[in-house]
């Protein structure tokens, strides 16, 4: 794909279904862990087709149902499910407005949608509602416009231009060190993001603090060892180490949303809350032991390797 080379394509899928009730199902071929997609996708869908949000359901990974997808890594998931939808959407609010348009005798580009309801732009009591539009798309074929098809089912696709989308995120570490005992206390913690677009600012917060958590672990606790023979000896909870609610730090989280130019102007947003910690954890430290000359170079950062750093160059 592109100049990248990969054999494999870059795109997601989106398959929306209304039924005679006027509900809307998106089935989409990607699978989250926890991200929030079904909120997320749902507002996304809300906003692009001109349904209320509650209208809405989204359902992930169904491989019956579902068009194929390549899933959620590599912060993704917005920007290429997310385009999926918004082409889903538009192309089934045109066919909406093509049937509303014959219903209320008027230019489809003279109606809008809000709030699943059709309405005349010039004269707002003019209007259907997405459900009977739904209705006749569905029930009462023989009241759509001559040779449509009926039902409101579509399939879209969407790869985004370029093969990458780059999201941007500063860190911030405020730390106390013990001389004495090398342990490291993580006083507050500031993260500025920039990821594009923000659909929803909660779950788009809540992912950054999730993602925080496990750059914590991995700067500060997560570490594997291994006997002479190559025998794991950290392979349970009690031998291998990760941050706990006791060890997070006040954590202050802001946006900045420049759009990409994807379809949507959405960026990624999970690994710049993890990525960076390890060294905005490491600076913090190598500035509060500035007067040891004390440089960290190694991973994780334990009370015990901060000890013998110091104690390193105190001799």
Not at 113 to 127: F, H, L, Q, V
Request: aromatic letters at 8%; glycine letters at 10%.
């Amino acid at each position: 794909q592109g100049p990248l080379g990969w054999a494999v394509g870059g795109w997601e899928s989106c398959r929306l279904t209304a039924d005679p009730s006027g509900k809307v199902t998106a089935q989409l071929g990607m699978s989250g862990q926890g991200q929030a997609h079904e909120t997320i996708f749902a507002q996304i869908i809300s906003d692009a087709l001109g349904v209320n949000f509650e209208d809405v359901r989204v359902m992930e990974g169904d491989t019956q149902q579902a068009p194929y997808g390549w899933g959620a890594w590599a912060s993704r998931a917005t920007v290429t499910t997310g385009g999926a939808c918004i082409k889903a959407s538009r192309k089934l609010r045109d066919k909406v407005l093509l049937i509303a348009a014959h219903l209320l005798k008027e230019a489809p580009e003279d109606l809008d949608i809000k709030g699943s309801r059709i309405s005349s732009k010039r004269d707002a009591r003019k209007a259907v509602s997405f459900q009977e539009v739904a209705d006749v798309a569905i029930r009462f074929s023989a009241r759509l416009p001559q040779g449509m098809e009926p039902g409101l089912d579509v399939i879209s696709f969407y790869e985004p231009e370029s093969p990458t989308t780059c999201s941007y995120a500063t860190h911030l570490a405020v730390v106390a060190v013990d001389a004495e005992t090398g342990f490291v206390n993580l006083l507050k913690y500031f993260i500025v993001d920039d990821s594009g677009v923000i659909v929803n600012p909660m779950t788009a917060h809540g992912q950054v603090h999730g993602a925080l958590a496990h750059g914590i672990g991995g700067a500060m606790f997560e570490e594997l060892f291994y006997d002479g023979e190559g025998q794991l000896l950290s392979s349970t909870f009690v031998d291998y180490l990760l941050p706990t609610a006791s060890v997070m730090p006040e954590v202050i989280v802001d946006s900045v949303e420049t759009p990409s130019l994807t379809l949507g102007g959405f960026k990624g947003l999970g690994e710049g809350g993890a990525i960076p910690t390890a060294g905005a954890i490491a600076n913090a430290i190598d500035d509060a032991l500035s007067t040891y000359g004390v440089k960290l170079l190694e991973l994780p950062i334990t009370p015990e390797r901060v000890y013998s750093l110091i104690k390193t160059r105190e001799r």
